[in-house]
């Protein structure tokens, strides 16, 4: 099958971004806000506080997260709360080995990536929506900036997150979000480590990915380009190589809806390194790093995702790295 290049397609379907569009928000007091692009939903942000009256709810309202829509804005293309491993949720962030010292001195080890219940009373470790900072949109781009507090087990706050998201779209009409994180704890240190399947930053793909078409699902690299469907690579102690780390790039493509999709993930080389990557025929993919955030340095992270409808070449992929980094 012979792929266009990013900029021919732009020419192709110039009348998808009629000039009149623009971007638009819309909240659901306490449960959600919808981001539109002329009427068409293209991202929601799920900001519902957890609710500890049952652990169903619970489960449901444990963080916040991003979804994205189908092209068509009908449905979604990532997974929410639910089916297999219910933790993972469209575009997130978290590490299931999150270390501080509590108000009383003592060292605490969460876990804000899977945000288990705690024992006895305690709620357990989660992360909770706690304002809107920032939430513009006009004709060519759209920014949302929360802040998100990070629990321990206790329910106390021992971090403050400062996430933003920026949307815009690219020549050839796909969706890029500028993904931007500042951790800062309440005091002393924080410490984030895990694995690459359990921290980091990370794509899900919706549900019936894992469900119906997980064999469809392929991977293209920096170097070797497309895989076959269905076969990953993961960091590891045995596989720590320039295959599995440091990745500039890695494109995840899919089948959801009846639609092929392909998810670009871009890093920068200011992020902390090494950056060991993840991959999953069920829909998920990212990076985790090791690193810690003080009163006096937050950590600080930028990521982008390009979404699109079809399918990508390495070219393409690289293309896009180079404008991300600038080059």
């Excluded at 699109?308 to 991300?324: N, P, V």
Aim: neutral net charge.
């Amino acid at each position: 099958m012979k792929l266009l290049p990013i900029l021919a397609l732009g020419a192709l379907i110039p009348g998808l971004l009629n000039a009149a569009d623009a971007f638009s928000w819309k909240d659901t007091p306490g449960k959600y806000v919808d981001l539109s692009f002329g009427g068409r939903l293209v991202a929601r942000y799920v900001y519902e506080t957890i609710d500890l009256s049952t652990s169903e709810r619970r489960e449901e309202t444990y963080k916040p997260f991003h979804h994205v829509y189908d092209e068509a804005g009908k449905n979604f293309i990532t997974k929410g709360p639910g089916g297999k491993f219910t933790h993972h949720r469209g575009i997130y962030y978290g590490f299931s080995k999150t270390g501080y010292t509590d108000a009383e001195g003592k060292a605490q080890t969460v876990d804000t990536w899977h945000c288990k219940p705690g024992k006895g009373t305690d709620p357990g470790a989660h992360q909770t929506h706690e304002t809107f900072l920032e939430q513009t949109a006009d004709a060519t781009h759209a920014v949302q900036k929360v802040r998100i507090a990070w629990h321990g087990n206790d329910g106390a706050v021992f971090a403050n997150e400062e996430r933003t998201l920026a949307f815009s779209f690219g020549a050839d009409h796909s969706l890029m979000v500028d993904f931007s994180s500042k951790l800062i704890p309440v005091s002393g240190k924080v410490t984030v480590d895990g694995d690459p399947q359990h921290a980091g930053f990370h794509f899900r793909a919706s549900g019936e990915v894992a469900d119906v078409t997980s064999k469809e699902t392929y991977y293209i690299r920096p170097g070797t380009g497309k895989d076959a469907p269905g076969k990953t690579i993961n960091w590891d102690a045995k596989n720590d190589s320039d295959a599995t780390k440091n990745l500039a790039w890695k494109a995840m493509s899919f089948v959801a809806g009846g639609d092929r999709y392909t998810v670009v993930y871009l890093d920068r080389p200011t992020n902390p390194k090494p950056a060991r990557f993840s991959e999953r025929d069920y829909g998920r993919f990212g990076s985790y790093f090791v690193s810690e955030a003080t009163s006096e340095k937050s950590l600080e992270v930028a990521y982008r995702l390009v979404i699109q409808k079809g399918e990508r070449t390495m070219e393409d992929c690289e293309a896009l790295s180079a404008s991300f980094l600038g080059h």
